[in-house]
């Protein structure tokens, strides 16, 4: 098996193309060469890697953080909830009663304090404006669809560049979370859903898709988009996805689709 080299960005991604060997073949020669290296590895069909939509899950994705467990730190609650998070995101248990369990703890929290979770303390993901931008600028449609709140994805997508967010609605009166949130609850089943409408709404086949997440919950979105992406995620997600992030950020979703560094879009 002979491969020829592409440099995508020095010292951090390159294109190496083979012929005569199947993807699995590959695949193992090239682990076996990067061995405990902190190196992605991606071994795919060369044509065909160049997505037309990207759907993409907020919480430790897109962004840095658990929206939910950062709200639940300014009540003393974190630990507490984060736990709760942590098994529903592991698939330990089902996403959809842990939210509401998680969000009834959150009653009485004021919008203010919501704000000020928003401003001080989510920090994008590296690479995922670049990520956005990239493929806004190549034709594609970017989606966010989040199991957190639209609280934090309407600033989210504003400031990466998406065309559209969904995501679920806490509930408030009189300024403060009631500690409910509005049904029905946007879990695994509505990603995927949301995946399925904008695929038939846009005319693309499955194999045009890219979707990127590290929950349990963006599992099924992940297993029917051409190119399923289990970003920095969980041991389930990662054995279940096409692809697997560990050590590079966002823009490693761009190599995957074989941009060079000199394509991205920074703005």
Avoid at 81 to 98: L, N
Avoid at 108 to 115: E, H, I, K, R, T
Avoid at 140 to 165: N, P, Q
């Amino acid at each position: 098996m002979t491969g020829t080299t592409t440099i995508l960005n020095p010292g951090i991604a390159a294109d190496i193309r083979f012929d005569g060997s199947n993807a699995s073949t590959a695949d193992a020669i090239l682990r076996e060469v990067v061995g405990r290296s902190p190196v992605d590895v991606f071994v795919q069909p060369h044509e065909g890697r160049r997505k037309r939509l990207l759907i993409a899950d907020m919480d430790s994705t897109m962004i840095r953080q658990e929206c939910i467990d950062e709200l639940a730190a300014e009540l003393g609650l974190k630990d507490r909830i984060s736990e709760i998070t942590e098994r529903a995101m592991r698939g330990e248990i089902e996403f959809e009663p842990a939210l509401r369990e998680r969000v009834a703890l959150l009653e009485g929290l004021s919008l203010s304090a919501v704000d000020t979770v928003l401003t001080n303390r989510i920090q994008l993901m590296p690479g995922g404006r670049t990520l956005v931008q990239t493929m806004k600028a190549n034709g594609a449609y970017c989606s966010l669809v989040s199991g957190g709140f639209t609280h934090f994805t309407k600033a989210v997508y504003r400031m990466i560049g998406f065309d559209e967010h969904q995501a679920n609605t806490l509930l408030t009166e009189d300024g403060h979370l009631t500690g409910k949130v509005a049904e029905p609850i946007l879990g695994r089943d509505a990603k995927r859903a949301r995946l399925e409408y904008l695929v038939a709404d846009m005319g693309l086949a499955f194999s045009e898709t890219l979707a990127v997440g590290d929950g349990a919950n963006d599992l099924a979105m992940i297993e029917l988009a051409g190119a399923g992406v289990a970003y920095r995620a969980k041991p389930s997600v990662a054995a279940a996805a096409d692809f697997r992030v560990d050590h590079g950020d966002l823009t490693a979703l761009l190599y995957l689709q074989g941009y060079a560094e000199s394509d991205f879009v920074l703005s």
